[in-house]
T-cell receptor, first 117, second 117 residues
């Protein structure tokens, strides 16, 4: 149980194009989803928190107009990197908050490797 | 603000032996959750174990156990009978219980564990 899928697993795009990444909770409903960015051999950096049906909350320093987040249903959140540039190349990970016993726990997708040429 | 510190950037262990990864944290809260996540080379984040701060009993999951010392704000992970598949990056994480709907995780920088055959 508590499976989170992420699509695509990797994407290569040209500079200036937009890329959409989907995150789905497959067997549970997630009122809250999180989007992270991870650089090689580093920890996860939280970009934003999205709650179903409301606007996402962005962390300081994250451009909300560049990283558009939509959480339209209890099982789907999307991250769109608009007008991508080479510095946006990174590993993006989503997670969904679900219940494991009495503790709500974050379950993670497998990540998306974005390369912007 | 809460912080999580993992003082060992890299560790190694012989197969079948035991290794302990350290984690300390700082908080003024009395109730919170602590987690260990594993990130193997596939980069899929996997929950290893979780601990509720109000429980004195240390959490265990098969070969994984924690030594939770609340007064010392220490949360170490012990891996017994280490296996090659345990080689991964291990992240310690903290979360307030009562932090509103977002309840984001505070992450350590990670410990890279190598398992030698």
């Amino acid at each position: 149980g508590a499976v989170v899928s992420q699509h695509p697993s990797w994407v290569i795009c040209k500079s200036g194009t937009s890329v959409k990444i989907e995150c789905r909770s497959l067997d549970f409903q997630a009122t809250t989803m999180f989007w992270y960015r991870q650089f090689p051999k580093q920890s996860l950096m939280l970009m934003a928190t999205s709650n179903e049906g409301s606007k996402a909350t962005y962390e300081q320093g994250v451009e909300k107009d560049k990283f558009l987040i939509n959480h339209a249903s209890l099982t789907l959140s999307t991250l769109t990197v608009t007008s991508a540039h080479p510095e946006d190349s990174s590993f993006y990970i989503c997670s969904a908050r679900g219940l494991a016993g009495k503790i709500d726990t974050q379950y993670f997708g497998p990540g998306t490797r974005l390369t912007v040429l | 603000a809460q912080t999580v510190t993992q003082s060992q950037p890299e560790m190694s262990v012989q197969e079948a032996e035991t290794v302990t990864l350290s984690c300390t944290y700082d908080t003024s809260e009395s109730d919170y959750y602590l987690f260990w996540y594993k990130q193997p080379p596939s980069r899929q984040m996997i929950l290893v174990i979780r601990q509720e701060a109000y429980k004195q009993q240390n959490a265990t999951e098969n070969r994984f156990s924690v030594n939770f010392q609340k007064a010392a704000k220490s949360f170490s992970l012990k891996i017994s009978d280490s296996q090659l598949g345990d080689a991964a990056m291990y992240f310690c994480a903290y979360r307030d219980i009562n932090a509103g709907n977002n309840r984001k995780l505070i992450w350590g920088l990670g410990t890279s564990l190598a398992v030698n055959p």
